[in-house]
């Protein structure tokens, strides 16, 4: 059975930064499309970044520039750096990923995703 276990959430002043884990047991994360999704309350999930197997990497349009996604193979963790934070960044962020190549505009396909964290909760102070 795949877990996905989301971890460094917490309060932060806008400008700060977090970084985020995933660590992934029962899966080889360097053999998955792996990928960070948040929520907000009373909005829709939205993507925010991926990463697949090549490395190759995608990004929401609103965190392009301020994000970064990575992957430690060797740990079989997926880590989501945050810069810049902004209290639009406020949610709950959850890690995801499948077995095999990411589908094509994985962001906007979380339903693609087959394993799924249980969250870790963002959140930004003006």
């Known amino acids: 059975q795949v877990q996905l276990v989301e971890s460094g959430g917490g309060s932060v002043q806008a400008g700060g930064s977090l970084r985020l884990s995933c660590a992934a047991s029962?899966?080889?994360?360097?053999?998955?499309?792996m990928g960070w999704f948040r929520q907000a309350p009373g909005k829709e999930r939205e993507g925010v970044a991926s990463?697949?197997?090549?490395?190759?990497?995608r990004y929401g349009d609103s965190v392009k520039g301020r994000f970064t996604i990575s992957r430690d193979n060797g740990k079989n963790t997926l880590y989501l750096q945050m810069n810049s934070l902004k209290p639009a960044d406020t949610a709950m962020y959850y890690c995801?990923?499948?077995?095999?190549?990411?589908?094509?505009?994985?962001?906007?396909?979380?339903?693609?995703?087959?394993?799924w964290g249980k969250g870790t909760r963002v959140t930004i102070s003006s």
């Open positions: 995801a990923s499948k077995t095999g190549w990411c589908p094509q505009r994985v962001l906007y396909k979380y339903n693609a995703l087959e394993y």
């Open positions: 029962e899966y080889r994360a360097n053999s998955a499309c």
């Open positions: 990463i697949d197997i090549d490395g190759s990497t």
